[in-house]
């Protein structure tokens, strides 16, 4: 199984696995997941890397994890972490910063545990779906749980 999984696992908290098929084309993997899913795009997250400067922003990159549904508010993110910009990272950056793929990064297991910002949205649901850590594997999670194990912000992030 994937990092994702194994940190799951490790810290007994209660989750599902749902793999589907995807496509061959590159394109919205979260809306992709929603629909093989048949669930609504507002409770399955896509997890992004966002580079911030200035202000209080940390070094590394941030992960923020925002509906499919929605587009991501940079200046929103660069609020939350205390930073005065924010732009989306290289996705080549992203593969190596956090050891997935794009279409598959999970905001868990990452090669290093980042400062990560949940959009206020989550708290709408009772179960969310995150990336599993691969392309075609979603996880689904209480998002108090997934918030608790990343020492998550929970704060306004979409435009």
């Known amino acids: 199984m994937t990092p994702a999984v194994v940190l799951m696992e490790k ?83 992203a593969e190596r910063i956090t050891g997935y793929v794009v279409g598959g990064i999970s905001p868990l297991g990452q090669r290093k545990q980042l400062i990560t910002v949940l959009d206020e949205s989550v708290e709408l649901f009772d179960t969310i779906y995150v990336s599993g850590g691969r392309r075609g594997l979603d996880i689904s999670l209480s998002p108090t749980d997934l918030a608790g194990l990343l020492d998550a912000v929970v704060a306004p992030i979409t435009a």
Do not use: N, W
Not at 62 to 81: D, E, F
């Open 11 to 93: 810290h007994g908290i209660a989750f599902g696995v749902h793999e589907y098929d995807r496509g061959d084309e590159l394109r919205d993997f979260g809306r992709e997941a929603a629909e093989a899913l048949g669930l609504a795009f507002d409770q399955v997250f896509k997890t992004l890397l966002v580079d911030t400067e200035g202000g209080d922003a940390p070094r590394d990159p941030v992960v923020v994890v925002v509906p499919v549904s929605c587009m991501v508010s940079m200046k929103l993110v660069a609020t939350a972490v205390g930073a005065k910009r924010a732009s989306m990272c290289d996705p080549d950056a």
